[in-house]
């Protein structure tokens, strides 16, 4: 079995420290007795960082991304984000988080859906605006607000819901397979703007997603997982620079980076087979 | 020659009827004895508009079989079925129980042509909004008012006792007749006990509903109790609640406090429950606190479920008003009138009473309902989709 991976670069050791977990598990009470989620989790993420979880299912990519937002408590290990406890992270509104799914209200427009967050944290009128205005140029849904979900494409709501994410600028953005439902040339259009904004920002990304290409082409680290116990079994650090345009996908150093993405899976994967 | 016609099984069929009521003769029992001693009197009823009746019914189902526009269909049997029924019904007058079977082959000819009629009408495709707003009203204003027609027919066709049951002309006479004391039982039942017991009846479950949420030992002792008194016949204690709180409105107010309370309690408790854990995680993760999770998300969720409740209390409401009112009351409101009216055998008052109570009744539920639709538009069953 992989040693877990506590990979951190010695230069980062000095920049600040984003997420940080020691030993995580967490051990899920089931009907059919108990269900390990997450085993033994090492991971330290720093500012700045773009930061990819892949995996087959069950392996614990969501269930981790759930514990570093508060939505699971761990069982064993410690967890901090921005040198606070989740909890207290959460409460400070440290992060935003996309969902699978869009999860937009049906009865609010998709303004009032972006204005969500900013009303629950009592932002004044003219400030919502502004960022509503802002954040929907940001995802091309201008010209929309007036509209209400479920007149949208599952796409369109999709961005909607990354839109109602970012609104109110936290540094930490968790996004849970948030493309997974979306057409390629979508999801391209997407990633490229996640990369854009990520570099005008110093916004730390966690980003959960099912494919390799995406993985390599948007982050600056790849956690590889594994399920039964959930796991972390490889950690594999971006040779790529900052500055990816789309046609990086084809260069030998991509093309690499993505085979040893492929083998961590595999070496995840024989041990049930 | 049958390329050219359209025959619909209804036109058909009255076609028949027109002519077995020919082949019989006689509509009424005064007709039959005419022709049985011509030298007897020859007042019988439809002397002169038998024919006139079969010929408009026979017309009217040829003309609905030319191939004619839909429109220009329903009003040659609009005219014919109506036309029909109004001379039936003038010519029994005053011959009441006399009906021989002809007559009713004559009625349900003339039905016949009136469901053709509205099934022409329900099957229009208009493009106009306010052409199927008219159509909207105009299929079932025929549906009720041929109810309306059979119901007059038939009483007074084969008489059937007015204690037993009225035609609908006599209790139409006796509501205009009697429109001040109405609107005296009206005022007193619906305007002050019903609308004071159903306020505060679903204000009392809503609250109470929050509370549960919010407070576990509410929900956990509160509920089970609730779907134990919600149980219980609430009719019994409508006696109880006249010792309690007299013979004026407010004892039946509080009657139908109690019958709408559970209905209003069960279900908001039960729309809270309905967002998702994703919306509820969304909230979550804004730290949101309860009351903004439960104005911002969960109240708006349970929209559908707390607009069932009021339209389920809106019947429940008049029905426990009008039935607490028989047991003590000062001498007015809906109730009363109804159980002291029965006594005296002015039937018709009773179905007058009756009628105003549907009235009423359809009335506050369709007010309900308009206001559903424009709070949770957003809901799938009412944007279809």
């Avoid at chain 1, 960082?49 to 614990?60: M, N």
């Avoid at chain 1, 950690?235 to 980076?257: G, M, Q, W």
């Avoid at chain 2, 069929?13 to 002519?19: G, S």
Wanted: glycine share 8%; net charge positive.
């Amino acid at each position: 079995m992989n040693q877990p991976a506590s990979t951190k670069p010695a230069t980062a050791e000095t920049a600040r420290q984003v997420v940080s977990a020691k030993n995580l598990g967490l051990t899920f009470q089931t009907n059919d007795g108990p269900v390990q989620a997450l085993s033994n989790v090492d991971l330290t993420i720093g500012k700045g960082e773009f930061v990819s979880f892949i995996g087959p299912s069950g392996c614990g990519k969501t269930t981790l991304l759930r514990v570093i937002a508060d939505l699971e408590k761990p069982t064993s290990g410690s967890i901090s984000i921005n040198g606070m406890s989740a909890e207290q992270a959460r409460e400070a509104r440290a992060y935003g988080y996309v969902f699978q799914a869009a999860a937009l209200f049906p009865w609010r427009t998709i303004e009032r859906n972006v204005a969500l967050p900013l009303e629950v944290m009592g932002l004044p009128r003219a400030e919502q605006a502004q960022r509503i205005a802002r954040t929907l140029d940001l995802v091309n849904l201008k010209g929309f607000e007036k509209k209400y979900p479920w007149q949208l494409s599952g796409g369109m709501q999709q961005r909607a819901s990354i839109a109602r994410a970012l609104a109110f600028d936290a540094d930490l953005l968790l996004m849970d397979e948030p493309f997974g439902a979306l057409d390629e040339i979508v999801r391209d259009h997407l990633n490229e703007q996640l990369l854009d904004l990520w570099g005008r920002t110093s916004k730390t990304i966690c980003f959960v997603t099912h494919s390799i290409p995406e993985a390599v082409y948007l982050s600056t680290r790849i956690v590889v997982m594994s399920p039964r116990p959930g796991r972390v079994t490889d950690v594999i650090e971006s040779t790529l620079p900052r500055e990816r345009p789309l046609d990086i996908r084809e260069t030998p150093e991509f093309l690499a980076i993505a085979a040893r993405v492929r083998d961590g899976l595999r070496a995840g994967h024989s041990y049930e087979d | 020659m049958t390329a050219r016609l359209k025959p619909s099984w209804q036109a058909a069929l009255a076609l028949l009827l027109v002519v077995i009521a020919l082949v019989l003769g006689a509509m009424t029992q005064p007709e039959a004895d005419a022709f049985a001693s011509p030298a007897a009197g020859v007042a019988y009823p439809y002397l002169g508009t038998k024919s006139v009746i079969l010929g408009l019914i026979g017309l009217a189902a040829l003309g609905s079989m030319l191939r004619l526009r839909p429109l220009a269909e329903a009003l040659v049997l609009f005219v014919g079925a109506h036309g029909a029924a109004w001379l039936l019904l003038a010519g029994i007058g005053g011959f009441e129980g006399t009906a021989k079977a002809p007559y009713y082959c004559a009625l349900t000819a003339a039905w016949l042509l009136g469901w053709r009629c509205v099934a022409v009408l329900s099957s229009m495709r208009p493009a106009e909004r306010w052409e199927r707003l008219a159509l909207n009203l105009v299929v079932p204003a025929l549906f009720g008012a041929w109810l309306l027609i059979l119901w007059e027919a038939v009483v007074r066709g084969a008489g059937i006792p007015f204690i037993l049951l009225p035609p609908p002309s006599a209790i139409g006479a006796r509501i205009v007749n009697s429109l001040p004391i109405l609107g005296e039982d009206v005022r007193q039942t619906i305007f002050k006990a019903v609308l004071v017991g159903y306020v505060v009846g679903c204000a009392a479950g809503f609250v109470v509903a929050i509370l549960a949420d919010r407070f576990l030992f509410l929900r956990r002792g509160l509920i089970p109790i609730g779907n134990l008194v919600s149980a219980l016949p609430i009719i019994g204690v409508a006696p109880i609640m006249v010792m309690w709180f007299g013979f004026d409105w407010q004892s039946k107010a509080a009657v139908v406090i109690i019958m709408t309370f559970f209905p209003m309690l069960v279900n908001t408790v039960a729309g809270l429950a309905a967002s998702s854990h994703m919306e509820r995680d969304l909230m979550r993760t804004y730290a949101s606190s309860y009351w903004q999770t439960l104005f911002k998300l969960r109240l708006p969720a349970a929209g559908p479920f707390i607009f069932n409740a009021l339209k389920i209390n809106s019947t429940l409401a008049l029905i426990g008003a009008i039935v607490a009112e028989f047991f003590g009351t000062p001498v007015v409101g809906m109730g009363f009138r109804i159980s002291t009216e029965v006594g005296r055998m002015n039937i018709d008052m009773v179905w007058a009473e009756i009628a105003v109570a549907a009235l009423a009744g359809s009335v506050f539920y369709g007010v309900v309902a308009l206001l559903e639709r424009a709070a949770t538009f957003w809901h799938p069953s009412i944007r279809g989709g």
